[in-house]
């Protein structure tokens, strides 16, 4: 949505590299959100982050890492020990927990 | 898990009303409807969401069933622009916990 940005759109890696996905948004929205999604495949929940400096666990978020320094900036650092990182990576946040307002995506490609 | 069903995927006429069906048999008495839909490529973008009372807003209608355990969402006028993949998901309100099932992929036909 227009108040979240996600760069790139598009960002190729070699396989072993750690590489951090960025996410902001100026919708002065508390929680934000990482998903992944793989083709013909819903979304899966990596982190999410309530409040700055916290943030918890998804469902997926083994060879993940976040912070939450700022309000408005949610980085996500897919690591090397993700074993499958190639994806479409999604952000999201919400003022109050309720209804989500998507950034446009990163897709990753690992070579 | 999602706890939601949908369709795996419907066609429907331009012009025509698109009705797009969502069972959520274990719905909670806290847990709100929300519908999303995804156009290829794109983020997911908000549409509608409801607790028990039918809702109505500049995108769609969102009809739930008395004993909410389904809902429909109509788009009363569908257009080419509203192909996509449409997601129901059941969440609290004030929970964090969105679950994505793989949606229905709607088609709208010229």
């Known amino acids: 949505d227009g108040g979240i940005t996600q760069s790139p759109k598009y960002l190729f890696r070699k396989e072993g590299q750690n590489v951090t996905l960025s996410c902001e948004q100026n919708?002065?929205?508390?929680?934000m959100y990482w998903y992944r999604q793989d083709p013909g495949q819903g979304l899966r929940l990596i982190y999410y982050?309530?409040?700055?400096?916290?943030?918890q666990k998804g469902d997926i978020a083994e060879g993940y890492s976040v912070s939450r320094e700022k309000k408005e900036s949610f980085p996500l650092t897919v690591t090397s020990a993700q074993k499958n990182p190639t994806a479409f990576y999604l952000c999201?946040?919400?003022?109050?927990?309720?209804?989500?307002?998507f950034g446009p995506g990163t897709r990753l490609t690992v070579l | 898990d999602a706890k939601t069903t949908q369709p795996t995927s419907m066609d429907c006429a331009e012009g025509r009303a698109a009705n797009l069906p969502c069972n959520h048999s274990t719905i909670s008495g806290n847990e709100y409807v929300y519908w999303y839909r995804q156009i290829h490529s794109q983020g997911p973008q908000y549409i509608i969401h409801?607790?028990?009372n039918n809702e109505t807003n500049e995108m769609a209608s969102l009809i739930i069933t008395e004993d909410r355990k389904s809902s429909t969402l109509i788009l009363p006028h569908a257009t080419l622009r509203d192909t996509a993949v449409y997601y129901c998901i059941v969440s609290p309100h004030t929970g964090n916990q969105f679950y994505f099932g793989t949606g229905t992929s709607l088609t709208v036909i010229p």
């Open positions: 982050s309530q409040i700055v400096n916290d943030f």
């Open positions: 999201a946040s919400s003022i109050d927990d309720s209804e989500q307002f």
């Open positions: 919708l002065n929205h508390d929680a």
């Open positions: 409801g607790l028990k």
